[in-house]
């Protein structure tokens, strides 16, 4: 805890920190001054201080209160040459060996001068509090100061002799507000970084308050560095107080980290591994090799969720505002039991940066961001970060996605295209950043994956949804003799390797098992790029690599566009077979392809292998069962043969309007189309298209009218 000094030792730690800016940071002094009161802060590097004396130093950091106050008075009272005076300016301190982890935090710390990192989950809105109230006696008319704490105001019981009071009692002393000294106020609380968390650990958080030109700076989703002081307060239940402590945090300084994946220690050992398996031939596979060993077959799957972690990169257009997306967005849907949680469990815990949700307990704060009113704020807004936000520049992992509420899911469509989730509530306008790849997974509403059924209807998704994605591949439990026999094999090999490992690490020697035997059983499960290694070398490539295409590339993907687009030029009635969208996202593959090697350039063969992994992710799930041909369309319904069938079923309404008015049974739409070859199912499918894209709506049971 703090040390009662005497003015004398105040004086002199005053007198101390006047000779080390003059000695340290005398230039920087002479640019404040130009810039205040725009800026009111000299950034300090312990290191400095340190150097100058070692001493002041370390009571500094034990004892943080007097030294802070003397350094802030010091900066108030140094004659600089332009005259002017720094009388609100602040010290502020960075780079202290103090740092801590917020569930390392005891009551030790209490008091000192520590550093945390956490990202930012919820952010108050700028408000005022009193630093200095100034106080009128209602006898003598006195007016007094009293410094304020931050928790609680402190008034006074009587009116202070020593300052010239006349020293009476009162409870009525009037508050003087146009006298008082006021600073901006702002609270925010961070968390626990997800990629710091071990499996099954709940994030520790951790209020922090902000005072002055520190204020506005954060926003939910922010990851940032706090140096300050540790505080705490009895907690109160009611009107009782308990002997328990509350823990907050007062900040000194604050920054923002700019770079994305600081979170992560890359040594110099490391970089030089990094680039030493870059160039080990066939490494693109390897990377494929690495993820989800233990989960069979699903080669292709694979590969994209590599891709999807390396990433390519956002480029921000000529014209200054446009900014065309660089993270890859993959949809899973298939069968229950097919390895699809899993794989969003392994890519969660592989990826750099990541957070794993559940669609059926997440709600639409809870994915995105919401403005909400509770304690945190003590009655005001406050603006907290969902799922999307924190796991920017990351990747997002939802689960069961189709559980969603459609409200929920709703809220998905900016992020996963502009990457940004906007907050209009409250007289709230805010905009915050989720620059995140999106992993999910669906199961079919009927249980199982039909081929027949367009994916929209089965996972009660929304076509605009869908389109988001970059790639959507489908599982299949399919019974078939050979590809049974292997994967049954492989999952009991692995799990022969798991017990083998956990008899090795309880020490249990089994003399049936040969050590050969045990050896092969667990080499199974070892990847062929170990883990650490492989998140360090992706967040490595995310940070340092930005390939671009080589002419031959651009050829082939555009080569590739034009052949599957060249099926729809002669015949107007043709399906349209894919989108600019799939071109965007042949050029997001490549990019990431490119990253696998550290390579500069998106080559010919990277144009290759995402071109063969676009292909087969169209030709299993764009091709419409009944043309038999590739329709975008199809995925969400709305196929050219469905077109087809809306636009007779709309043509027999209206001739039949003739002769029922604008209420048309149903039933008589049904007779009508079987002339042309259709049947009920597929009148049925018509009017369930119309009705969702507001063409036709139903007045009433058994009949149904077109929206003029």
Same mark, same amino acid.
């Given at each position: 805890?703090?040390?009662?000094?005497?003015?004398?030792d105040?004086k002199?730690?005053?007198?101390?920190?006047?000779?080390?800016?003059?000695?340290?940071?005398?230039?920087?002094?002479?640019d404040?001054?130009?810039?205040?009161?725009?800026?009111?802060s000299?950034?300090?590097?312990?290191?400095?201080?340190?150097?100058?004396?070692?001493?002041?130093?370390?009571?500094?950091?034990?004892?943080?209160?007097?030294?802070?106050?003397?350094?802030?008075?010091?900066?108030?009272?140094?004659?600089?040459?332009?005259?002017?005076?720094?009388?609100?300016?602040?010290?502020?301190?960075?780079?202290?060996?103090?740092?801590?982890k917020?569930?390392?935090?005891?009551?030790e710390?209490?008091?000192?001068?520590?550093?945390?990192?956490?990202l930012?989950?919820?952010?108050?809105?700028v408000?005022?509090?009193?630093?200095?109230?100034?106080?009128?006696?209602?006898?003598?008319?006195?007016?007094?100061?009293?410094?304020?704490?931050?928790?609680?105001?402190?008034?006074?019981?009587?009116?202070?002799?020593?300052?010239?009071?006349?020293?009476?009692?009162?409870?009525?002393?009037?508050?003087?507000?146009?006298?008082?000294?006021?600073?901006?106020?702002?609270?925010?609380?961070?968390?626990?970084s997800?990629?710091?968390?071990?499996?099954?650990?709940?994030?520790?958080?951790?209020?922090?308050?902000?005072?002055?030109?520190?204020?506005?700076?954060?926003?939910?989703?922010d990851?940032?560095?706090v140096?300050?002081?540790?505080?705490?307060?009895?907690?109160?239940?009611?009107?009782?107080?308990t002997?328990?402590?509350?823990?907050?945090?007062?900040?000194?300084?604050?920054?923002?980290?700019?770079?994305?994946?600081?979170?992560?220690?890359?040594?110099?050992?490391?970089?030089?591994?990094?680039?030493?398996?870059?160039?080990?031939?066939?490494?693109?596979?390897?990377?494929?090799?690495?993820?989800?060993?233990?989960?069979?077959?699903?080669?292709?799957?694979?590969?994209?969720?590599?891709?999807?972690?390396?990433?390519?990169?956002?480029k921000?257009?000529?014209?200054?505002?446009?900014?065309?997306?660089?993270?890859?967005?993959?949809?899973?849907?298939?069968?229950?039991?097919?390895?699809k949680?899993?794989?969003?469990?392994?890519?969660?815990?592989?990826?750099?940066?990541?957070?794993?949700?559940?669609?059926?307990?997440?709600?639409?704060a809870?994915?995105?961001?919401?403005?909400?009113?509770?304690?945190?704020?003590?009655?005001?807004?406050?603006?907290?970060?969902?799922?999307?936000?924190?796991?920017?520049?990351?990747?997002?992992?939802?689960d069961?996605?189709?559980?969603?509420?459609?409200?929920?899911?709703d809220?998905?469509?900016?992020?996963?295209?502009?990457?940004?989730?906007?907050?209009?509530?409250?007289?709230?306008?805010?905009?915050?950043n989720?620059?995140?790849?999106?992993?999910?997974?669906?199961?079919?509403?009927?249980?199982?994956?039909?081929?027949?059924?367009?994916?929209?209807?089965?996972?009660?998704?929304?076509?605009?949804?869908?389109?988001?994605?970059?790639?959507?591949?489908?599982?299949?439990?399919?019974?078939?003799?050979?590809?049974?026999?292997?994967?049954?094999?492989?999952?009991?090999?692995?799990?022969?390797?798991?017990?083998?490992?956990?008899?090795?690490?309880?020490?249990?020697?089994?003399?049936?098992?040969?050590?050969?035997?045990?050896?092969?059983?667990?080499?199974?499960?070892?990847?062929?790029?170990?883990?650490d290694?492989?998140?360090?070398?992706?967040?490595?490539?995310?940070?340092?690599?930005?390939?671009?295409?080589?002419?031959?590339?651009?050829?082939?993907?555009?080569?590739?566009?034009?052949?599957?687009?060249?099926?729809?030029?002669?015949?107007?009635?043709?399906?349209?077979?894919?989108?600019?969208?799939?071109?965007?996202?042949?050029?997001?593959?490549?990019?990431?392809? $490119?990253?696998?090697?550290?390579? +500069? *350039?998106?080559? @010919? !063969? /990277? #144009?290759? =292998?995402?071109?063969?992994?676009?292909?087969?992710?169209?030709?299993?799930?764009?091709?419409?069962?009944?043309?038999?041909?590739?329709?975008?369309?199809?995925?969400?319904g709305?196929?050219?043969?469905?077109?087809?069938?809306?636009?007779s079923?709309?043509?027999?309404?209206?001739?039949?309007?003739?002769?029922?008015?604008?209420?048309?049974?149903v039933?008589e739409?049904?007779?009508? $189309?079987?002339?042309?070859?259709? +049947? *009920?199912?597929? @009148? !049925? /499918? #018509?009017? =369930?298209?119309?009705?969702?894209?507001?063409?036709?709506?139903?007045?009433?049971?058994?009949?149904?009218?077109?929206?003029?």
């Amino acid at each position: 805890m703090a040390r009662n000094n005497t003015q004398a030792d105040i004086k002199s730690l005053i007198e101390s920190f006047e000779v080390f800016y003059k000695r340290y940071y005398w230039d920087f002094l002479v640019d404040l001054s130009c810039s205040y009161p725009q800026k009111k802060s000299l950034e300090i590097n312990f290191v400095d201080l340190d150097n100058y004396d070692s001493n002041l130093a370390e009571m500094f950091l034990t004892s943080p209160d007097d030294i802070l106050e003397a350094a802030n008075i010091a900066l108030c009272d140094i004659d600089l040459p332009s005259g002017v005076i720094l009388h609100e300016a602040h010290a502020r301190f960075v780079n202290t060996p103090s740092k801590r982890k917020i569930r390392a935090l005891r009551s030790e710390d209490t008091g000192r001068f520590i550093t945390i990192e956490g990202l930012v989950v919820k952010t108050t809105e700028v408000g005022e509090r009193i630093a200095i109230a100034t106080y009128e006696c209602p006898f003598c008319h006195h007016f007094f100061q009293i410094k304020q704490a931050r928790l609680a105001l402190e008034e006074p019981y009587e009116c202070p002799q020593e300052d010239g009071g006349c020293g009476r009692k009162s409870n009525r002393f009037l508050l003087r507000d146009d006298k008082t000294s006021h600073l901006d106020a702002q609270k925010i609380r961070i968390q626990e970084s997800p990629e710091e968390l071990r499996g099954g650990e709940m994030p520790y958080g951790l209020d922090i308050y902000l005072e002055d030109d520190l204020v506005g700076k954060v926003y939910p989703g922010d990851r940032v560095v706090v140096s300050g002081v540790i505080r705490r307060y009895l907690r109160t239940k009611g009107n009782i107080k308990t002997p328990y402590y509350e823990r907050y945090f007062e900040a000194n300084s604050l920054e923002l980290k700019q770079e994305a994946f600081d979170e992560l220690d890359i040594t110099e050992s490391d970089i030089r591994q990094i680039h030493e398996l870059s160039k080990v031939a066939g490494i693109y596979g390897q990377f494929v090799k690495s993820f989800a060993p233990t989960i069979y077959g699903h080669e292709k799957i694979k590969e994209a969720i590599v891709l999807q972690m390396f990433g390519g990169y956002a480029k921000r257009m000529p014209d200054g505002i446009t900014v065309l997306r660089g993270d890859i967005h993959i949809l899973l849907v298939g069968d229950p039991g097919t390895a699809k949680s899993v794989m969003l469990k392994y890519a969660k815990g592989l990826a750099p940066r990541s957070i794993y949700v559940s669609g059926k307990g997440s709600s639409e704060a809870g994915l995105t961001a919401a403005a909400v009113k509770d304690d945190f704020g003590e009655g005001r807004w406050t603006l907290e970060a969902g799922a999307m936000v924190m796991a920017d520049k990351g990747l997002a992992c939802v689960d069961e996605i189709d559980k969603m509420r459609e409200e929920t899911r709703d809220a998905l469509h900016e992020a996963l295209e502009q990457q940004t989730v906007s907050i209009a509530k409250a007289g709230i306008n805010a905009q915050l950043n989720a620059r995140a790849s999106l992993l999910a997974a669906a199961n079919p509403v009927m249980g199982r994956f039909s081929i027949y059924d367009p994916l929209a209807k089965q996972i009660n998704m929304k076509p605009t949804l869908l389109s988001r994605f970059d790639l959507i591949f489908t599982f299949y439990d399919k019974p078939e003799e050979e590809t049974d026999s292997k994967m049954a094999e492989y999952i009991l090999n692995n799990s022969l390797s798991g017990e083998l490992i956990q008899c090795a690490a309880a020490g249990v020697h089994l003399d049936r098992v040969s050590k050969d035997c045990m050896d092969a059983g667990i080499e199974l499960l070892i990847p062929p790029i170990e883990k650490d290694l492989m998140r360090k070398y992706i967040a490595w490539s995310r940070q340092k690599v930005f390939p671009v295409m080589t002419k031959e590339a651009r050829a082939i993907f555009l080569e590739f566009f034009k052949k599957i687009r060249k099926t729809a030029y002669d015949d107007e009635n043709a399906p349209i077979p894919i989108t600019a969208r799939q071109l965007d996202a042949l050029v997001r593959l490549g990019e990431a392809s $490119a990253r696998t090697r550290l390579s +500069t *350039e998106v080559t @010919v !063969d /990277d #144009a290759k =292998q995402v071109v063969a992994l676009v292909e087969h992710c169209l030709n299993t799930v764009f091709v419409d069962p009944e043309s038999g041909k590739l329709d975008v369309d199809w995925v969400d319904g709305t196929a050219k043969t469905k077109q087809n069938i809306v636009r007779s079923v709309t043509d027999t309404i209206r001739v039949l309007n003739r002769e029922y008015g604008e209420e048309v049974p149903v039933v008589e739409i049904v007779e009508a $189309a079987s002339f042309e070859g259709y +049947t *009920e199912a597929d @009148v !049925d /499918d #018509a009017i =369930q298209i119309m009705l969702r894209d507001g063409l036709l709506y139903r007045p009433g049971n058994g009949v149904v009218r077109l929206v003029k």
